[in-house]
């Protein structure tokens, strides 16, 4: 699934092509991919018709495009006109969004198309697995920043680590109250956002923490360590444009990206830790994998048990 750097890859993407482009109509293929949308495909797409795209936003695995001028279909529910809406994006599994030329073929797992007016480039909603979902949605305050708003369904999710709303001290305190292991603590959504399998890894290794330290006995040097680590390894993903295992991950013009060859930890069992040379070592957890270095990462005597690795 993309994680924070993957998604805001796709956020930049959309600010170059999208922002201030009014929507002539929108087309949905796939029921599926807009069940979030409570009141249906035709709603959906009546909200979207002759609105004007704002600069996308994201938070954590989210990114929402904010909605300017009058909608198509009812008035929201929040009572507020303009701005008050968005249209909110998770990409699941295999979600693309992509921009091109509006009379190009379209793709096997097209699931929403949506024109401008301007006859311009396209965006389309291609998915594959059919996990991820759009949705017309209200804007509501922010929990972690007065001055901003954020998707109704999505204002329980925590700030992300490259955000000026993320507050260290807050994830420290929530962190010791916690009783349970570091990587669990990281990939809580309501604690942390942005942060999957695949970076928290990459974020435990650079910090040279085992992925079942309890956290309930991490110090604040340790968390500020893990947070610069999670930090570091985002942004240089960012720069190289995300981590794709496949061909499910692209950017808006079906780019993948290169980050994979710079992983230090996650896919590299058996593989030499690049500091020490030990063997990279795979644990089970979460019904998913956990990649650490047995020596530099060392397995806490006292550990929360979170998988079935040993």
């Known amino acids: 699934m993309p994680e924070l750097p993957e998604v805001e890859v796709v956020r930049r993407g959309l600010e170059r092509w999208t922002t201030g482009r009014t929507i002539a109509c929108a087309e949905v293929l796939h029921p599926r991919s807009v069940r979030r949308h409570e009141a249906g495909p035709a709603d959906f797409a009546a909200r979207l018709k002759g609105r004007t795209m704002l600069t996308p936003r994201r938070r954590g695995k989210y990114m929402w495009i904010p909605l300017d001028g009058e909608s198509g279909g009812p008035p929201p529910r929040n ?34 198309r949506i024109v ?22 209200d804007l509501v305050p922010d929990a ?3 001055e901003a708003l954020v998707p109704e369904p999505i ?38 956002s942005g942060v999957g399998n695949i970076y928290a890894d990459e974020a435990l290794w650079r910090a040279r923490l085992h992925w079942a330290r309890p956290t309930d006995t991490m110090t604040r040097a340790e968390a500020t360590r893990v947070l610069e680590a999670a930090r570091d390894v985002m942004g240089a993903a960012l720069a190289v444009g ?12 079906g780019e993948s990206g290169y980050f994979e060859r710079s992983l230090d930890a996650y896919g590299r069992r058996d593989e030499p830790c690049r500091r020490c040379g030990t063997p ?20 806490p005597r006292r550990a929360r048990h979170q998988g079935s690795g040993t």
């Open 79 to 112: 009572g507020s006109g303009g701005p008050g809406e968005a249209m909110l994006a998770h990409l699941g599994m295999s979600g693309q969004l992509l921009v091109g030329e509006p009379d190009r073929e379209r793709e096997k797992h097209l699931r929403v």
């Open 116 to 137: 401008f007016d301007d006859g311009g480039h396209d965006l389309r909603f291609v998915d594959q697995r059919t996990f991820g979902h759009l949705m017309v949605t």
């Open 144 to 146: 972690f920043s007065a």
């Open 155 to 192: 204002v329980h999710i925590a700030a992300d680590p490259l955000e000026d709303a993320f507050d260290a001290e807050t994830f420290f305190r929530a962190l010791r109250r916690r009783r349970t292991g570091i990587k669990r603590a990281l990939l809580d959504q309501s604690l942390i």
């Open 242 to 253: 995300g981590t794709s295992f496949d061909s499910l991950y692209v950017n808006v013009n």
């Open 280 to 299: 990279i070592r795979r644990d089970e957890f979460m019904n998913r994998s956990s990649y650490s270095c047995p020596v530099c990462q060392p397995r």
